[in-house]
Nanobody, 118 residues
């Protein structure tokens, strides 16, 4: 059974930083692409950043230059470093895994709340 557990959310002032972590168990972590999504109240879930098994990264335009996704395969963990946070970054952030075998975002964490005050 694959499980994803996020941590690191919280309340921060605009301009501040947070680092989210997501620990994956029950799968071959290194074979998965990993991603961070977010969902703000009343809005659709959006893709924030991805990192492939080969460490290639992609970012939403809204976070480029401010957020950095990384992975530590030895720890089965993916991170999202968020700098220069803005009130519009307020959302529930979800970690997701995309196995090479399916090519779909099959596995999700429970989410962690990030709130940025102005």
């Amino acid at each position: 059974q694959v499980q994803l557990v996020e941590s690191g959310g919280g309340l921060v002032q605009a301009g501040g930083s947070l680092r989210l972590s997501c620990v994956v168990s029950g799968s071959i972590f290194s074979a998965n692409a990993m991603g961070w999504y977010r969902q703000a109240p009343g809005k659709q879930r959006e893709l924030v950043a991805t990192i492939g098994s080969g460490a290639r990264t992609t970012y939403a335009d809204s976070v480029k230059g401010r957020f950095t996704i990384s992975r530590d395969n030895a720890k089965n963990t993916v991170y999202l470093q968020m700098n220069s946070l803005r009130p519009e970054d307020t959302a529930v952030y979800y970690c997701a895994a995309r196995p090479m075998s399916t090519g779909r975002w099959d596995y999700w964490g429970q989410g962690t709340q990030v709130t940025v005050s102005s």
